[in-house]
């Protein structure tokens, strides 16, 4: 037996649960969080990263998170600029999609310390008009900020394929905690949420989306990057519009982008 494999393995699968400790996701029914001033960005609590979810069932961080280039986003602007009305369905499919996250304690676990939340588009909105409305300004305020309920519906109760969030932010002004020790805490021990995810290389996503046009009969065990695969709430990959029909075009596309 190899030691040395095993412990690394070992070594890897705690990682990963550590990882996933730093993240929290709405379970169903009611709850309520606290978002706190982001340590590593002290004017803007909200942080954006782009994901393409099952891409080869997996999900990757896409590169534009940080400013870099995306081969897959490169290719979805391609399908889309052809003015063929397939293809530019297939460019949107390939963009990758904004989730962003925001650093919170969970009311009643407060000791747990602090958390990332990571919603959609609509939340996101929600969040940003309060903080907009001059009646409410900044709900992070460690001593005037508000809390924030929330009520998660199961898709079953939603009626829909993913559910439902619902978000209210609460008129009372209230502080993070009274606790000295544990506010100190709150803002001290906060991880950099964009180094929980791997950033995979140029020459890494091309090859992903060189399987993803021409798949195999291999299957892969949808994950992120790094293994973390409950933080970003991936949604389904919808099937291609008049696949074959459209495979030759698709290949000679990639074919162009990444050979001329």
Do not use: C
Request: without cysteine.
């Amino acid at each position: 037996m190899d030691l040395n494999a095993i412990k690394t393995k070992l070594e890897s699968l705690q990682n990963q649960t550590t990882t996933s400790n730093n993240f929290w996701k709405p379970e169903p029914g009611n709850q309520v969080v606290r978002v706190v001033p982001y340590k590593h960005n002290k004017d803007n609590p909200f942080i954006e990263l782009y994901f393409h979810y099952n891409l080869g069932n997996k999900t990757y961080l896409s590169p534009v998170s940080h400013g870099r280039p995306d081969p897959v986003q490169e290719f979805a602007d391609k399908l889309k600029s052809t003015g063929d009305k397939d293809e530019w369905i297939q460019g949107k499919r390939l963009e990758p999609k904004m989730r962003t996250f925001v650093p919170v304690v969970v009311r009643g676990r407060e000791s747990e310390g602090v958390k990332f939340w990571g919603f959609g588009k609509t939340v996101y909105q929600e969040l940003l008009s309060v903080i907009a409305d001059p009646d409410y300004g900044d709900i992070t305020d460690p001593l005037t900020g508000r809390d924030i309920g929330i009520e998660r519906q199961t898709p079953a109760e939603a009626g829909n394929q993913y559910g439902k969030t619902t978000v209210r932010v609460k008129p009372n002004q209230t502080p993070i905690t009274d606790n000295k020790t544990l506010l100190e805490s709150v803002f001290e021990n906060q991880v950099d949420v964009t180094e929980l995810y791997t950033e995979p290389s140029y020459d890494e996503l091309k090859e992903a989306l060189a399987g993803y046009l021409n798949p195999t009969d291999e299957t892969d065990t949808t994950t992120t990057s790094n293994g973390v695969t409950a933080t970003t709430s991936p949604t389904t990959n919808v099937g291609t519009t008049s696949t074959t029909k459209k495979t030759d075009d698709v290949e000679d596309a990639f074919d162009s982008l990444f050979n001329s």
